[in-house]
C-alpha cells in the first residue's frame, strides 16, 4: 500500500488534472468539491486531508508563477504541447521543492514526482519529470542568494 501523502499526492494530480481540464474565464471550477470528491475514494487511507487541500490550493495559486519558472527548464517543450498529466506532475513537484522545503525534503519531492509520472503518464515521463525537477532543484533551490531559497 502507498503512503498516506503518496495517496495525498495521487489525489493533488487527480485535482489539477480535472481543474486544468475544465477551468476557464467563464466557468470557475469548485476547487474543494474536486478535492473532497477525489478523496473519498481514500478516505480510510488518507488521513491527513489537510496535506492534500495545502498542495492543490497551493500549487492553484502558483500556478503562473510555477509555469513562467518551468519553462526555461525545459526549453525544447513549451508548456502548452507537455501532456497534461506531466504538466501538473511538475506544478506538483515544482511547488514541493519550493514551498514545502520546511516539510518536504528536496530528494522526496522529486522522487514522488517521478514515482506519479511512472504510474500515470507515458513511458518517457519519468525521465522527463527527473530531468526537469532535478534541474529546478540545482538552478532554483541550491543556488542561494545570501543563503535564503529563491522562491516563485
Excluded at 481540464?21 to 489537510?50: C, M, Q
Amino acid at each position: 500500500m502507498a503512503s498516506n501523502r503518496h495517496l495525498g499526492r495521487i489525489v493533488a494530480l487527480q485535482t489539477l488534472y480535472e481543474y486544468e481540464f475544465r477551468h476557464s474565464d467563464e466557468a470557475p471550477v469548485d476547487v474543494p468539491e474536486i478535492v473532497a470528491r477525489n478523496l473519498e475514494r481514500y478516505k480510510d487511507e488518507i488521513g491527513d486531508t489537510e496535506f492534500v487541500h495545502s498542495l492543490v490550493q497551493g500549487a492553484i495559486s502558483k500556478i503562473d508563477e510555477l509555469d513562467e519558472a518551468l519553462q526555461p527548464l525545459a526549453p525544447d517543450w513549451p508548456l502548452a504541447q507537455i501532456a497534461r498529466v506531466d504538466r501538473n506532475v511538475l506544478r506538483i513537484g515544482l511547488y514541493e521543492l519550493l514551498h514545502c522545503q520546511d516539510t518536504v525534503p528536496a530528494r522526496v519531492a522529486i522522487n514522488e514526482a517521478v514515482e506519479l509520472a511512472k504510474s500515470f503518464g507515458s513511458d518517457n515521463s519519468s525521465k522527463f519529470i527527473n530531468g526537469v525537477l532535478g534541474t529546478a532543484y540545482r538552478t532554483l533551490v541550491e543556488d542561494q542568494d545570501d543563503g535564503k531559497r529563491t522562491k516563485v
